[in-house]
């Protein structure tokens, strides 16, 4: 059995999510939720920049209004490291919580997962990070109840099973993980995003199309994932633009924490790909946001998997408003790599490695990393580290030929 049939044997039909509550105004319905899993004391996570935020504010008032005990933690990091999650952990183990809330993007999310996890738990950090990095171990039992609260749309936290992590180390991301993650509630709040900086609404939604493209082209998918990858996909297509021109567009910003919402859906039970096999260096060799790596590497990471599954890029093609009328399937597939970055250049991302200021010298620790990121296994196309040394390349030059 290759690699490749290992995971669609072990995902097939495999799919669950969170209870999820969708639309304006959702997140003041926390304290009821919470209350209603049994919990009494919770321990809220988020990060500095978001503490005095509505987000959290209204989540405080909710949960003090249902005489919820409430503790919060501040200081959950943006990219966070095993160093970061220890810190954590450590609050956590010593608070006696029966409940947590993550609020922010996904790293206050996913450092709520983890600090749920290991609290519950105690382990080292790599026990249930998936081989060959990890020991691969199954979380053993039941979690507290966990609620997330979304504040960006793009990581799909709220709805995913992974918590990502850097080793500070050797500058790897890694992810501990299990369906046991998967927090209890979801609260999609579109308001709660409205205060996103444009290059951040940028990058955030950029991470939300790579989720879908990687779902749908995934050796694991499964009409289920297809369905929600590509409504996300149209969505994205449609208010990814507009919302990063206006923050205030709230018709955009419904239509991109659905997206958000459809495509974390779709990728946590699909898998993702080579797009975030080789991200994931970028931010943890070269410290560039995670959005922002989904959108450059996307381009190249397409075109290499052409022709692997053409039909379902020229599917892409369509979702994302080409033109294909009259086009043979493969030169519509080739029409993706170039739509997605021309829609990242249109919001203001970078487009090449070069532009951003990545050292070309790093290719081979960020190609020796990238083929063990578990994420690779998943790519319709699994590529030589030759081969991903030719993709970073590309990457620094925006060659697409």
């Known amino acids: 059995m290759t690699e490749q049939d290992k995971i669609k044997y072990e995902t097939a039909f495999t799919m669950a999510t969170s209870s999820i509550k969708y639309g304006p105004g959702v997140t003041r319905e926390v304290g009821y939720d919470m209350k209603k899993l049994g919990s009494s004391r919770v321990m809220v996570v988020t990060d500095p920049n978001l503490s005095d935020s509505e987000p959290v504010t209204v989540s405080l008032q909710a949960l003090r209004e249902v005489n919820i005990e409430t503790v919060l933690f501040d200081r959950a990091r943006v990219e966070p490291t095993d160093t970061s999650f220890k810190e954590v952990i450590k609050f956590a183990s010593s608070g006696n919580f029966d409940g947590f809330i993550g609020i922010g993007g996904g790293s206050s999310m996913d450092t709520a997962k983890i600090a749920n996890l290991f609290s519950t738990y105690p382990a080292e950090l790599l026990t249930y990070v998936n081989a060959p990095i990890g020991k691969g171990q199954p979380v053993p039992g039941p979690l507290k109840p966990m609620i997330a609260i979304p504040t960006t749309a793009g990581t799909g936290s709220e ?30 709040d579109p308001m709660m995003t409205v205060s996103m900086p444009p290059l951040l609404t940028a990058a955030t939604g950029m991470d939300a199309l790579s989720h879908a493209v990687e779902a749908y082209c995934n050796v694991a998918a499964m009409p289920q994932t297809d369905a929600l990858a590509m409504a996300a996909i149209r969505l994205i297509a449609k208010h990814l633009g507009p919302a990063a021109a206006n923050g205030s567009n709230i018709e955009a910003r419904e239509g991109m924490a659905m997206a958000s919402l459809e495509a974390g859906m779709a990728f946590s039970s699909a898998g993702c790909g080579g797009i975030h096999a080789l991200g994931h260096q970028l931010s943890s060799q070269c410290g560039m946001p995670h959005g922002m790596a989904m959108a450059i590497m996307m381009p190249p990471l397409m075109k290499f998997n052409l022709i692997a599954c053409v039909d379902r890029l020229a599917d892409i093609a369509a979702a994302m408003g080409e033109k294909i009328e009259g086009l043979s399937k493969r030169e519509a597939a080739e029409k993706t790599s170039l739509a997605v970055r021309q829609l990242s250049k249109s919001i203001g991302l970078p487009t090449t490695l070069t532009e951003y200021g990545a050292d070309s010298k790093l290719i081979p620790s960020l190609a020796k990393w990238a083929l063990k990121d578990g994420d690779l296994p998943g790519n319709p196309r699994v590529p030589t580290l030759e081969q991903i040394e030719e993709l970073y390349k590309e990457a620094f030059t925006g060659s697409l030929d």
């Open 159 to 188: 709805v995913t099973i992974w918590a990502v992590i850097t080793n500070t180390k050797d500058n790897y991301k890694m992810a501990p993980g299990g369906w046991k993650l998967l927090p209890k509630v979801a609260l999609v």
